[in-house]
């Protein structure tokens, strides 16, 4: 049977009645939390209680905390009793590197104090297998993945996950819709029956649903919604396309921004991007696939503690990454699914900070603009800027978005693009 708890639920819990122990109150003391945001006060009893759960809450949301604190008290509360080997015992599965690093080092701050120590790794591509395999050894009581290089190290025998008794899907939605269904599914294949799992996803499109059926037993729903609504302002502006890089170019020098991320739909056009706007006397810096983890990781960081202030990045940065006090997001170019754009915005006006999502469209996004707008239930006023009106009518060189629209996200092979639709509840075989 599932109980879902509707998003009315009133907010008026404090950290110390949520059955926390004091070691990790004290943390969450330190670092400065000083109430839980309504999906910590939901999630932290109802995983402490050891069921199954599946949680919907926007990105920004305290999502980390609401299940990496519960999961630290569960697993200090039952230390490992024989020898670790290369055991896991927490598996938190992810979508992304950013992603993976950025949890695992959620769950090192909120662990920190805990006695005996909670050994917390993180797994994903782009960096060296080896290092990730010398960290494991021993096993971990928390592993942050990312699907793909789980399996690497999982076929080396550097892990087993034969004895985890939590396991964590975050951004579900996402991990589906990357095409990660057969990934996902050989993983899954070696975890135990009886574990406790954790579904997080801000959407809930079909595959997530019939992943949930496949998945969970008897979860709790725990769905919040719409956080953002209050404190991210969103805002559209109306520009002829050849005029869209000046326009954004003007905005940045004229709003004296401090941090804007910047979202184009592909690589080539990022790069592009940043030298017409190096050419406008605005210096940026791309996020993208093609570039190397170090350097992503080196963008990222330079980014988030303001080295960087305009940050030009594909969708590869749109889920998860937590920016603190994000103050501005703009869409150059619009992201295929009104959910991604969802998540894009929310990269701004986090946990409550003030936050700017500003799109920019010229006419061949005018009608994709309105899908967005009707799947995600908003309507915003088409707004000009002085100097940079769109006409009327398109000029005649403006290219259909027909054939992008038709596209496969980036950075997916065409084995992957094929299997998009596919995504089914078959593949994961089902609970007993
Ligand atoms: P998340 O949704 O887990 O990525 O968290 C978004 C941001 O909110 C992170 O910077 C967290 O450190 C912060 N945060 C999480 N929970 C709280 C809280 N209860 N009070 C204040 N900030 C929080």
């Not at 009315?8 to 943390?27: M, V």
């Not at 896991?88 to 701050?109: C, D, G, H, M």
């Not at 259909?400 to 996200?409: D, G, H, I, L, Y």
């Amino acid at each position: 049977m599932t109980h879902a708890l509707s998003c009315e639920t009133i907010n008026s819990a404090r950290f110390d009645t949520l059955g926390l122990i004091p070691e990790l109150l004290k943390r969450v003391t330190e670092l400065e939390y000083l109430i839980p945001t309504p999906i910590q006060s939901e999630c932290i009893p109802l995983v402490l209680k050891g069921g199954d759960l599946l949680a919907g809450a926007n990105t920004g949301s305290g999502k980390t905390a609401a299940f990496a604190l519960p999961l630290l008290q569960s697993l200090h509360m039952h230390p490992q009793s024989t020898s670790k080997g290369n055991v896991v015992r927490a598996l938190v599965l992810v979508p992304t590197r950013e992603l993976a690093q950025q949890i695992a080092a959620s769950f090192k701050r909120y662990a920190q104090g805990l006695m005996p120590r909670v050994k917390v790794e993180a797994v994903f591509g782009g960096v060296s297998a080896n290092t990730q395999m010398l960290a494991l050894r021993g096993g971990a009581d928390v592993l942050v993945a990312t699907p793909g290089r789980l399996l690497d190290l999982l076929s080396s025998n550097a892990i087993t996950l034969s004895q985890v008794s939590h396991l964590v899907l975050d951004e579900a939605d996402r991990m589906l819709s990357l095409g990660f269904t057969d990934e996902l599914g050989e993983i899954l294949a070696l975890l135990p029956k009886s574990k406790q799992t954790l579904l997080f996803s801000a959407t809930f499109p079909e595959e997530v649903k019939a992943l949930t059926d496949a998945l969970l037993t008897t979860p709790v729903e725990v769905l919040l919604q719409s956080q953002e609504q209050s404190t991210l302002h969103q805002q559209v502006y109306t520009v002829n396309k050849n005029r869209k890089t000046a326009l954004l170019a003007h905005l940045i020098k004229e709003q004296h921004w401090r941090q804007v991320l910047v979202f184009a739909s592909a690589k080539n056009t990022c790069n592009r991007l940043e030298q017409k706007l190096a050419k406008a006397g605005v210096s940026a810096q791309v996020f993208h696939g093609d570039k190397a983890q170090g350097a992503r990781n080196r963008v990222l960081d330079g980014f988030k503690n303001g080295e960087i202030s305009v940050l030009i990045a594909t969708d590869i940065a749109a889920r998860g990454i937590d920016i603190d006090k994000l103050p501005v997001v703009i869409n150059y170019e619009l992201p295929r699914s009104p959910v991604d754009y969802m998540h894009r915005i929310g990269r701004s006006g986090r946990a409550g900070e003030a936050g700017l999502a500003l799109s920019l469209i010229s006419h061949d996004e005018y009608q994709h603009f309105n899908l967005i707008e009707k799947k995600n239930k908003f309507t915003l006023e088409r707004e000009q800027v002085l100097g940079f009106e769109a006409d009327a009518e398109a000029p005649v060189d403006c290219p259909s978005r027909e054939s992008k629209s038709m596209a496969a996200p980036e950075g997916m092979g065409k084995k992957k693009r094929k299997k998009l639709p596919k995504a089914n509840a078959d593949l994961w075989g089902k609970k007993p």
